[in-house]
C-alpha cells in the first residue's frame, strides 16, 4: 500500500486537504507499508492511501472505517481511478475498537 502525509493542513474537511497547493503531488512523506493499520499521532495533516483489493470470491464484503475528523473510501471496478465511486464518507471522529475483537 502507498501512504502519503502533508503535513500543516488545517481544518477537519477532506477539502482542506484537496484545496491546499502541494496536493497531490508534493507529499510531505511518501513511503509503502505493510498494512492498513496505521497510527499516527500527529496533528494538522492530511494522508491519502492507495492500494488494490481483489476478492476472492464474488460476494458481500464489509468495509470499515476509524479516523479522526473526515475520511473517504473510494472503490473502483477495474485499475482505472476514473471509475472509483465513494462507498464510506465518515464525517466524524470515530475511534478503533479492541484489536482483539474487531475487524480480521
Known amino acids: 500500500m502507498f501512504s502519503e502525509q502533508w503535513s500543516g493542513i488545517?481544518?477537519?474537511?477532506i477539502k482542506d486537504l484537496t484545496s491546499d497547493p502541494r496536493?497531490?503531488?508534493?507529499a510531505t512523506k511518501r513511503e509503502y507499508i505493510q498494512n492498513f493499520k496505521k497510527k499516527t499521532l500527529h496533528e494538522n495533516y492530511g494522508s491519502r492511501y492507495r492500494s488494490y483489493f481483489l476478492a476472492k470470491e464474488t460476494g458481500?464484503?464489509?468495509?470499515?472505517?476509524?479516523?479522526?475528523?473526515?475520511c473517504q473510501v473510494f472503490l473502483s471496478s477495474d485499475v482505472s481511478?476514473?471509475?472509483k465511486r465513494l462507498?464510506?464518507?465518515?464525517?466524524?471522529d470515530v475511534k478503533a475498537p479492541n484489536e482483539s475483537n474487531c475487524c480480521r
Open 10 to 13: 488545517k481544518g477537519k474537511e
Open 87 to 92: 462507498i464510506i464518507d465518515q464525517k466524524r
Open 60 to 70: 458481500n464484503y464489509t468495509f470499515y472505517t476509524f479516523c479522526d475528523d473526515h
Open 23 to 26: 496536493f497531490p503531488n508534493n
Open 81 to 83: 481511478p476514473r471509475n
